[in-house]
Nanobody
C-alpha cells in the first residue's frame, strides 16, 4: 500500500524559509515521478517541482526555480522541498504525489497523494 506523508509546513514571515518533507512507503521513489504541487482555495493544483522516474535530475517550475529546491534521500525514501525567500503568494496547501505516467508536471496524471502540509506566509 502506497503512503505519502508530508510534513514541515507552518506559518512564516515573508522572506523566511521552510523545508518540507514527504516520506514515501510502499514504493521505490526512483521508479516513479515524485512531485511537489500546491493548491490554494479556488485555484487549480499547481506543479512546483519533481524528480522524474529513473532520472536523478531535479525539475523545478520556472515560477519558483530561483527560490525553491527539490532534493531526495533515496535511502530514506523521502523527498524534500526547500523554500527560501517565501512570499505571501506562496501560501497554499503543499502536496506530494507519485506518478507512473509519462507526465511529471500534470497533477491529473498522479496516482497517489499525501494529505498535504499547509504553508502560510504573512507580510
Amino acid at each position: 500500500q502506497v503512503q505519502l506523508v508530508e510534513s514541515g509546513g507552518g506559518l512564516v514571515q515573508a522572506g523566511g524559509s521552510l523545508r518540507l518533507s514527504c516520506a514515501a512507503s510502499g514504493l521505490k521513489i526512483t521508479n516513479y515521478h515524485m512531485g511537489w504541487f500546491r493548491q490554494s482555495p479556488g485555484k487549480e493544483r499547481e506543479y512546483v517541482a519533481a524528480f522524474r522516474r529513473s532520472n536523478s535530475n531535479p525539475f523545478v517550475a520556472d515560477s519558483v526555480k530561483d527560490r525553491f529546491t527539490i532534493s531526495r534521500d533515496v535511502a530514506k525514501s523521502t523527498i524534500y522541498l526547500e523554500m527560501n525567500n517565501l512570499k505571501p503568494e506562496d501560501t497554499a496547501l503543499y502536496l506530494c504525489g507519485a506518478s507512473r505516467s509519462l507526465y511529471y508536471s500534470d497533477p491529473s496524471s498522479y496516482n497517489w497523494w499525501g494529505q498535504g502540509t499547509q504553508v502560510t506566509v504573512f507580510s
